[in-house]
């Protein structure tokens, strides 16, 4: 399944809004502990410094991001663009027809176990 914001259309390879994994997001988010929890142990400033770095690491991506150029040419759809658009390839739509009742009972299990409270301790 993809999910694209451009009209349906493919994205082309490896070129999907979704990542197919979010391990380096765990990978990052385990560094940036791992890097706060040294500067707060070791380095001067403990309840500052963390954040004065990230005011900084930011300030920079931020001037990187506004140069950059445009990948896409614009032709004012701009509010038709926001929503996005669910797209199953024709070749998949059978095994994806399929595995829908999983896909929902799992996604309602889930659900399910958030408004059942844990039982009260013993």
Do not use: H
Not at 38 to 67: D, E, K
Not at 75 to 103: E, F, K, N
Request: aromatic letters at 4%.
């Amino acid at each position: 399944m993809l999910v694209t914001t451009r009209g349906g259309q493919d994205p082309g390879p490896g070129r999907c809004l979704l990542p197919p994994c979010p391990a380096p997001l765990s990978g990052g988010i385990a560094l940036g502990a791992l890097g706060s929890g040294l500067l707060v142990s070791y380095a001067p400033l403990p309840t500052r410094l963390a954040y004065l770095l990230l005011v900084g690491v930011f300030a920079v991506l931020l001037l990187l991001v506004a140069g950059m150029p445009e990948t896409v040419r614009r032709d004012g759809g701009g509010l038709r663009s926001l929503p996005p658009r669910v797209v199953v390839p024709p070749q998949a739509r059978g095994a994806y027809a399929a595995l829908l009742p999983s896909i929902v009972a799992r996604a309602a299990a889930r659900k399910w176990s958030l408004l059942v409270p844990p039982p009260p301790n013993a």
